[in-house]
Each structure stands twice: as structure tokens, then as C-alpha cells.
């Protein structure tokens, strides 16, 4: 059973930089075939998929976010991380991990992705 979990401060200020882990149990994020996304809902709308990073380290970005996201993946303690720069108060959102056995590419539908982190809410405001 693959386990998700996101961690990181709840709060960050406009303007610096938000980053966030999810640490991965039950497969190993190099060798587990799966692809690792950042998915977040901010409030009052649907879920917004950020971005994903394969088990081979390859990576691929949602266009509106690719100037400002950043995924990467510590292999030895099976996490992989996601940094948002610039940040607005519009970044205010709960944000999730997942993990899918294919590739999705600008989706966030729930049934595509096999597991979910429980979610950690993160807020922009000075």
C-alpha cells in the first residue's frame, strides 16, 4: 500500500518561496514505476494539477506555473519536494501529493491518480 504524506510551514508571505515535501512509503520513487504530482485546491475551486515528476527524474509542468515550480526528488529518503516562487496571497490553498501508475499531464481528477496525501493547507499572507 503506497503512502503519501506532505509536510512543510502553513504559512508563507507574499512574495517568498513555498516549499513542501511528500514522503513517500510502500514504494521506492525511483524503482516503483509510478509518476509523483503536486495537486492543489484553493478555496471555493476545483483541484489544480502543478506538476509531476516521474521514477525516472524527468519532469513536466503545468503551463500557467512553470515560470514559478520547481519538483525534485531525494531519492534516499524516498521524498520528493515542491518549491513555488513568488508567491501571492492566490496561492492560498490546500495542497496535495499523488501518485499515478501512468502519466497524467494537466489533470487532476481524482480517479486518475491511484494515492493521495491527506492534504496540508498553506496560506500566503503577511
Known amino acids: 500500500q503506497v503512502q503519501l504524506q506532505e509536510s512543510g510551514p502553513g504559512l508563507v508571505k507574499p512574495s517568498q518561496t513555498l516549499s513542501l515535501t511528500c514522503t513517500v512509503s510502500?514504494?521506492?520513487?525511483?524503482?516503483?514505476?509510478?509518476?509523483w504530482s503536486w495537486i492543489r485546491q484553493p478555496p471555493g475551486k476545483g483541484l489544480e494539477w502543478m506538476g509531476v515528476?516521474?521514477?525516472?527524474?524527468?519532469?513536466y509542468y503545468s503551463p500557467s506555473l512553470k515560470s514559478r515550480t520547481s519538483i525534485a526528488r531525494d531519492t534516499s529518503k524516498n521524498q520528493f519536494t515542491l518549491q513555488l516562487v513568488s508567491v501571492t496571497p492566490e496561492d492560498t490553498a490546500v495542497y496535495y501529493c499523488?501518485?499515478?501508475?501512468?502519466?497524467?499531464?494537466?489533470?487532476?481528477?481524482?480517479?486518475?491518480?491511484?494515492?493521495w496525501g491527506q492534504g496540508t493547507q498553506v496560506t500566503v499572507s503577511s
Open positions: 499523488a501518485a499515478s501508475k501512468g502519466l497524467v499531464l494537466g489533470a487532476a481528477t481524482k480517479s486518475l491518480y491511484g494515492y
Open positions: 515528476i516521474s521514477y525516472s527524474g524527468s519532469t
Open positions: 510502500g514504494a521506492s520513487i525511483p524503482t516503483g514505476y509510478y509518476y
